[in-house]
């Protein structure tokens, strides 16, 4: 690394050499039952364990201290809801008293400290409410992304084993109603485990019909149990907070567990020092609660500072229109934003002028920060002469929780490299291995990997699956947790996520990453976004095939053997020769996760005349259906 010598210095090497001190003071913006002796258990490793003696509340910490510290009439929540054309703003003592009644009605019903509870709801606060009424009785919420096909519902049901399920009869999307209810009903019905009720939060736009075993959401918070409330429960800094799943394309979803402790440590640390978002500020994440970024930066990381949130039911595009997000950020006087690339690339497509940035007010916006997929430096450079604004990448995992490399522009604002999420983050010791664990020298790229422990706010295992863990992944390189990504870290210390190591091609032994030629790709004019995937040939092993979607406007009937012919030459001169790039294939879209995700294991695995595990997390399944005759042509 360079010589830095300012605060993400001396905050990085703290977090390192000094480990224990730095994570207690960051635990002293925490209200502990009982504050924490031992900072970090290192007794058992890999199995690490963060703040082992305190004892806690999450819910206590997001909302109750913050109603009797003087914020019970600042707005918490803001619900901004496009389809519904439905808004309203909860200010953090109506957040408590929503809460208290479901966490009233939970223990009601039954539930309590250590039981499961699934969330299978929309974008609506009470998705919100129902993540802290569990953590307010100790209760381990797993909340499922609406909509989730029946088979993927029942296998987390048989993992979690609810006690009871919280959903909804509906989502909205742009153009179709989603029914929760059948999906729900046959995800219960194929489980071995049976919850002991599902509660359903009646939607006007398709009201379900409910069962023996259901009940409707206003009937359960208007009971006498509800009316009593609930007072947060006492659990351990150790205690599981939730369980996400992760979907892999084969084998059982991963149930990634989250502490209490650590976890609330961690992102009340990172809201100060990362997203350089304080008290009393909006931050606006533009994501779900189904995912890991909308459980850290929509609900608990905001809620845990005593900010506000954006609780958004709307896509970037379409609801109505590619100004959508300059909408929120200027209605709300947002300080921050967080979204994906994806996002951003489908403002561009549509809006490639930002024509309808005009006429709002961002006067009061200071960064966007932009996760989860790749971001490939022309749409890094589109929104950064678009806002006038740091457009700021981060990098990081459903496992880790939390960001693992970004510039902590709380702590110190470091110049900004296109394509690289920045640094370190205080915490993570990241490194660039080899395939026999040997570190490797700057600018070399290779697999990147963490060296243990991981810093609180992570996960400390799979649920009910230590084996897994170990062997999914620290059995590759002892003493390190493998990302999964491929990269390299240059002279500055400025990491290079190029994408997941089964994506990097290897061209007549030569390894070439997706990202370097993606990005070569995304700075032509025309392109939108692209997908580079390598498929077999008999000769030089493999080859790159690109996927390219056009901005709204270009014509590819008349220009697109030009721009075809414009990219394989852009790569031969930004990647090189070596590259082999011949076929370029202009599409009408590409398929993608919900969360934003390209889906290239899945193209490649079409190309090469596979047939492909289907990821249940896919956003529209017609997209890949239109794909398959260009990927592989029938003989």
Same mark, same amino acid.
């Given at each position: 690394?360079?010589?830095?010598?300012?605060?993400?210095?001396?905050?990085?090497?703290?977090?390192?050499?000094?480990?224990?001190?730095?994570?207690?003071?960051?635990?002293?913006?925490?209200?502990?039952?009982?504050?924490?002796?031992?900072?970090?258990?290192?007794?058992?490793?890999?199995?690490?364990?963060?703040?082992? /003696?305190?004892?806690?509340?999450?819910?206590?910490?997001?909302?109750?201290?913050?109603?009797?510290?003087?914020?019970?009439?600042?707005?918490?929540?803001?619900?901004?809801?496009?389809?519904?054309?439905?808004?309203?703003?909860?200010?953090?003592?109506?957040?408590?008293?929503?809460?208290?009644?479901?966490?009233?009605?939970?223990?009601?019903?039954?539930?309590?400290?250590? /039981?499961?509870?699934?969330?299978?709801?929309?974008?609506?606060?009470?998705?919100?409410?129902?993540?802290?009424?569990?953590?307010?009785?100790?209760?381990?919420?797993?909340?499922?992304?609406?909509?989730?096909?029946?088979?993927?519902?029942?296998?987390?049901?048989?993992?979690?084993?609810?006690?009871?399920?919280?959903?909804?009869?509906?989502?909205?999307?742009?153009?179709?109603?989603?029914?929760?209810?059948?999906?729900?009903?046959?995800?219960?019905?194929?489980?071995? !485990?049976?919850?002991?009720?599902?509660?359903?939060?009646?939607?006007?736009?398709?009201?379900?019909?409910? @069962?023996?075993? /259901?009940?409707?959401?206003?009937?359960?918070?208007?009971?006498?149990?509800?009316?009593?409330?609930?007072?947060?429960?006492?659990?351990?800094?150790?205690?599981?907070?939730?369980?996400?799943?992760?979907? @892999?394309?084969?084998?059982?979803?991963?149930?990634?567990?989250?502490?209490?402790?650590?976890?609330?440590?961690?992102?009340?640390?990172?809201?100060?020092?990362?997203?350089?978002?304080?008290?009393?500020?909006?931050?606006?994440?533009?994501?779900?609660?189904?995912?890991?970024?909308?459980?850290?930066?929509?609900?608990?990381?905001?809620?845990?500072?005593?900010?506000?949130?954006?609780?958004?039911?709307?896509?970037?595009?379409?609801?109505?229109?590619?100004?959508?997000?300059?909408?929120?950020?200027?209605?709300?006087?947002?300080?921050?934003?967080?979204?994906?690339?994806?996002?951003?690339?489908?403002?561009?497509?549509?809006?490639?002028?930002?024509?309808?940035?005009?006429?709002?007010?961002?006067?009061?916006?200071?960064?966007?920060?932009?996760?989860?997929?790749?971001?490939?430096?022309?749409?890094?450079?589109?929104?950064?002469?678009?806002?006038?604004?740091?457009?700021?990448?981060?990098?990081?995992?459903?496992?880790?929780?939390?960001?693992?490399?970004?510039?902590?522009?709380?702590?110190?604002?470091?110049?900004?490299?296109?394509?690289?999420?920045?640094?370190?983050?205080?915490?993570?010791?990241?490194?660039?291995?080899?395939?026999?664990?040997?570190?490797?020298?700057?600018?070399?790229?290779?697999?990147?990997?963490?060296?243990?422990?991981?810093?609180?706010?992570?996960?400390?295992?799979?649920?009910?699956?230590?084996?897994?863990?170990?062997?999914?992944?620290?059995?590759?390189?002892?003493?390190?947790?493998?990302?999964?990504?491929?990269?390299?870290?240059?002279?500055?210390?400025?990491?290079?996520?190029?994408?997941?190591?089964?994506?990097?091609?290897?061209?007549?032994? !030569?390894?070439?990453?997706?990202?370097?030629?993606?990005?070569?790709?995304?700075?032509?004019?025309?392109?939108?976004?692209?997908?580079?995937?390598?498929?077999?040939?008999?000769?030089?092993?493999?080859?790159?095939?690109?996927?390219?979607?056009?901005?709204? @406007?270009?014509?590819?009937?008349?220009?697109?053997?030009?721009?075809?012919?414009?990219?394989?030459?852009?790569?031969?001169?930004?990647?090189?020769?070596?590259?082999?790039?011949?076929?370029?294939?202009?599409?009408?879209?590409?398929?993608?996760?919900?969360? @934003?995700?390209?889906?290239?294991?899945?193209?490649?695995?079409?190309?090469?005349?596979?047939?492909?595990?289907?990821?249940?997390?896919?956003?529209?399944?017609?997209?890949?259906?239109?794909?398959?005759?260009?990927?592989?042509?029938?003989?």
């Amino acid at each position: 690394m360079s010589e830095q010598t300012g605060a993400y210095r001396r905050n990085y090497d703290a977090s390192i050499t000094d480990r224990d001190a730095f994570w207690a003071h960051a635990a002293q913006d925490i209200d502990w039952i009982t504050p924490p002796t031992k900072i970090l258990d290192d007794s058992n490793p890999p199995f690490y364990r963060w703040f082992p /003696d305190g004892t806690l509340n999450t819910c206590f910490n997001a909302l109750d201290r913050h109603v009797a510290g003087g914020r019970a009439d600042q707005v918490a929540i803001h619900y901004d809801s496009p389809v519904t054309g439905t808004k309203r703003s909860y200010t953090y003592a109506e957040v408590l008293a929503e809460v208290r009644r479901l966490a009233g009605a939970l223990a009601g019903a039954g539930v309590g400290k250590g /039981d499961r509870v699934l969330v299978y709801m929309p974008m609506v606060p009470e998705a919100v409410f129902a993540m802290l009424a569990c953590a307010r009785i100790g209760a381990i919420h797993s909340v499922v992304f609406g909509g989730f096909a029946p088979a993927e519902v029942s296998a987390r049901i048989d993992d979690a084993k609810p006690k009871l399920i919280l959903s909804a009869s509906c989502g909205i999307e742009p153009n179709r109603v989603v029914p929760y209810k059948p999906f729900l009903d046959e995800g219960i019905a194929r489980s071995e !485990h049976k919850p002991d009720a599902v509660v359903v939060l009646q939607r006007d736009q398709a009201p379900a019909e409910l @069962g023996e075993q /259901d009940v409707d959401w206003a009937d359960f918070v208007s009971s006498p149990a509800a009316d009593a409330g609930a007072d947060c429960v006492e659990v351990a800094a150790t205690d599981p907070l939730y369980i996400l799943y992760t979907s @892999g394309t084969t084998g059982k979803p991963k149930g990634i567990y989250r502490d209490n402790g650590g976890h609330a440590v961690a992102l009340r640390w990172s809201m100060r020092n990362i997203y350089d978002v304080s008290p009393g500020e909006t931050m606006f994440t533009a994501s779900d609660v189904g995912w890991v970024v909308g459980h850290s930066y929509i609900v608990y990381a905001p809620l845990l500072t005593g900010a506000t949130t954006i609780v958004y039911e709307g896509k970037p595009v379409g609801t109505p229109d590619a100004g959508a997000f300059w909408r929120i950020l200027a209605d709300y006087g947002a300080v921050t934003m967080f979204t994906a690339p994806t996002a951003f690339r489908a403002i561009k497509k549509e809006d490639p002028e930002a024509i309808m940035l005009a006429g709002h007010d961002l006067s009061g916006f200071r960064q966007l920060f932009l996760a989860g997929e790749r971001l490939d430096p022309d749409t890094y450079h589109w929104a950064t002469d678009q806002l006038g604004k740091p457009v700021i990448d981060n990098w990081w995992q459903t496992e880790t929780g939390w960001p693992i490399a970004a510039n902590c522009v709380g702590l110190e604002r470091l110049p900004i490299k296109a394509g690289s999420p920045s640094v370190a983050v205080p915490g993570y010791q990241v490194q660039i291995l080899d395939a026999t664990g040997e570190q490797l020298p700057a600018d070399t790229e290779g697999s990147i990997a963490i060296k243990l422990p991981l810093p609180p706010g992570t996960f400390p295992t799979l649920w009910q699956d230590d084996e897994r863990y170990v062997s999914s992944y620290l059995s590759a390189y002892p003493g390190y947790y493998l990302t999964g990504d491929g990269g390299y870290i240059d002279a500055d210390g400025y990491i290079y996520v190029m994408g997941r190591t089964d994506d990097v091609l290897n061209v007549a032994g !030569h390894r070439l990453s997706t990202g370097s030629i993606e990005a070569a790709l995304a700075g032509h004019p025309a392109v939108a976004e692209c997908a580079v995937i390598g498929v077999h040939d008999d000769f030089k092993g493999q080859i790159p095939r690109a996927l390219v979607v056009l901005k709204t @406007g270009v014509d590819a009937a008349t220009d697109g053997d030009r721009i075809t012919k414009e990219l394989v030459e852009r790569v031969r001169a930004e990647v090189g020769a070596v590259a082999s790039l011949r076929q370029v294939d202009i599409v009408g879209a590409l398929p993608k996760t919900r969360s @934003g995700k390209i889906l290239r294991k899945t193209m490649r695995e079409i190309a090469d005349g596979h047939v492909p595990a289907v990821p249940a997390t896919i956003e529209d399944a017609s997209v890949l259906d239109r794909l398959k005759p260009v990927l592989r042509p029938e003989p």
